[in-house]
């Protein structure tokens, strides 16, 4: 089996550092995506890519709002940014999100929680 590799975005010299790529504190290193929206209050725990690919994986976690409020919060957040929101929830990965967008033949993925405290937390994956 050769799978491509996969990459965690530590903006040095392409060793991996767990630490760095999982912060305790702050946001991972990486960039959001300029048309998806952060849920307020949380931070950027994970970001993953794969090399010479477009497709990117995001954990956020902490934000104050339910994942109810954070479906209401993406699904409006994302049509304002141009993505269109698929309402029938049907196909690969589809079953596992709460929200579902497509935008310039790309497809986004959110799948939404709230922890034992109450806290929201943001799954988002974005595929080509």
């Given at each position: 089996n050769t799978s491509p590799a996969m990459?965690?975005?530590?903006?040095?010299?392409?060793?991996?550092?767990?630490?760095?790529?999982?912060?305790?504190?702050?946001?991972?290193?990486?960039?959001?995506?300029?048309?998806?929206?952060?849920?307020?209050?949380?931070?950027?725990?994970?970001?993953?890519?794969?090399?010479?690919?477009?497709?990117?994986?995001?954990?956020?976690?902490?934000?104050?709002?339910?994942?109810?409020?954070?479906?209401?919060?993406?699904t409006r957040e994302l049509a304002a940014n141009g993505w269109s929101i698929v309402a029938d929830l049907d196909g690969e990965g589809a079953a596992q999100a709460n929200v579902l967008a497509m935008r310039d033949g790309r497809q986004l993925y959110v799948m939404l929680d709230t922890d034992a405290h109450g806290l929201g937390s943001a799954t988002v994956m974005l595929t080509e």
């Amino acid at each position: 089996n050769t799978s491509p590799a996969m990459s965690v975005s530590t903006h040095d010299d392409g060793s991996f550092n767990v630490d760095r790529a999982i912060p305790a504190e702050g946001d991972a290193p990486c960039e959001d995506l300029a048309t998806v929206p952060r849920a307020p209050g949380s931070r950027r725990v994970l970001a993953a890519y794969e090399e010479g690919r477009d497709e990117r994986y995001y954990r956020y976690d902490g934000s104050t709002m339910t994942e109810w409020e954070l479906e209401d919060f993406f699904t409006r957040e994302l049509a304002a940014n141009g993505w269109s929101i698929v309402a029938d929830l049907d196909g690969e990965g589809a079953a596992q999100a709460n929200v579902l967008a497509m935008r310039d033949g790309r497809q986004l993925y959110v799948m939404l929680d709230t922890d034992a405290h109450g806290l929201g937390s943001a799954t988002v994956m974005l595929t080509e």
